[in-house]
């Protein structure tokens, strides 16, 4: 089992950014699959972006150009940076891994991951 932390939401206007961060109390390369979710008030969690161990990204259509997911395997920290951001990008953020599993592509279905962390909320006001 691996502890993630996320930190890096916060209050954007429209069009703005923001690097969202997610460390993990364990050595990632190699083992873990990794992962970005969120979810908005009132609707169900959806999958963002997801990484595997070499390095094939998948992305949701609706933030495929502007977010880019990566992974530091030395500091253990999975990123998110989100470009351009709009309105109904504003929900709250989860970082989730799975270990061992090597999909490819990389899975962005909740129930794929084993480990979450408890969130940071990122705001885009218009």
């Known amino acids: 089992q691996v502890s993630l932390v996320e930190s890096g939401g916060g209050s954007v206007q429209a069009g703005g950014s923001l690097r969202l961060s997610c460390g993990a109390s364990v050595y990632i390369s190699g083992n873990y699959r990794m992962a970005w979710f969120r979810q908005a008030p009132g609707k169900e969690r959806e999958g963002v972006a997801s990484?595997?161990?070499?390095?094939?990204?998948t992305y949701a259509a609706s933030v495929k150009g502007r977010f880019s997911i990566s992974q530091d395997n030395v500091k253990n920290t999975l990123y998110l940076q989100m470009n351009t951001l709009k309105p109904e990008d504003s929900a709250m953020y989860y970082c989730a891994a799975v270990y061992g599993m090597n999909w490819d592509p990389p899975s962005l279905l909740p129930s794929d991951y084993t480990d979450w962390g408890q969130g940071t909320q990122v705001t885009v006001s218009s």
């Open positions: 990484i595997n161990t070499i390095g094939s990204t």
